[in-house]
């Protein structure tokens, strides 16, 4: 079944947030894994509050020695699994892309997020020639203005689609 990681070498761009919704919303309908690989478990403490969707499970007890198992067990139990990875570029992140069927990056409109994201873009790449098989893959803006395109993000956009 599908496994959708979010990914970013930089904290505070919208992982945690888009995870969670796209999540929330495919539980909807489907039985919906969210592992939760960040160290301060964000998901986690969130599903435990009032209102997280009852075909929701978190898995947060994941490092790099076992995400790939929980990865594959989650894909076995449920027709949807999200991956909300750590911030930085670790090897639990790497493992995340390696077997993700699409890796999501978010970014904010800014060129210090863009170059971030550029990293992270590029992380995807090298784990395409390791797993030696295309990643899908998509950049997500965050907390950008759907009327007003600055110039800025116009430039991030540019930078980001080469």
């Known amino acids: 079944m599908p496994t959708i990681a979010f990914i970013s070498p930089k ?4 992982k ?9 919303q495919l539980a909807r309908r489907a039985p919906v894994i969210v592992i939760d690989a960040d160290p301060n478990r964000p998901v986690e403490s969130w599903a435990k509050l ?3 969707p ?21 894909a076995q ?17 790497a493992y995340a892309i390696s077997a993700a069927d699409l890796v999501i990056v978010p970014t904010q409109g800014s ?3 863009a170059k971030e994201a550029a990293r992270a873009l590029s ?7 390791t797993s030696r098989r295309q990643i899908p893959h998509a950049v997500l803006l965050t907390r950008t203005a759907v009327a007003v395109r600055s110039r800025s993000l116009v430039h991030v956009q540019g930078e980001l689609q080469r």
């Open 11 to 14: 904290g505070g761009v919208g």
């Open 16 to 24: 945690t947030t888009a995870a969670t919704i796209l999540a929330t």
């Open 50 to 52: 009032a209102g997280a």
């Open 54 to 74: 009852a075909q929701l499970t978190v898995v947060s007890d994941v490092d790099q020695d076992s995400i790939l198992d929980q990865i594959d067990t989650a």
């Open 77 to 93: 139990a449920a027709p949807f699994v999200i991956v909300d990875c750590e911030g930085t570029a670790s090897l639990t992140v």
């Open 111 to 113: 060129q210090l997020d």
């Open 123 to 129: 992380l995807v790449k090298k784990q395409e020639r």
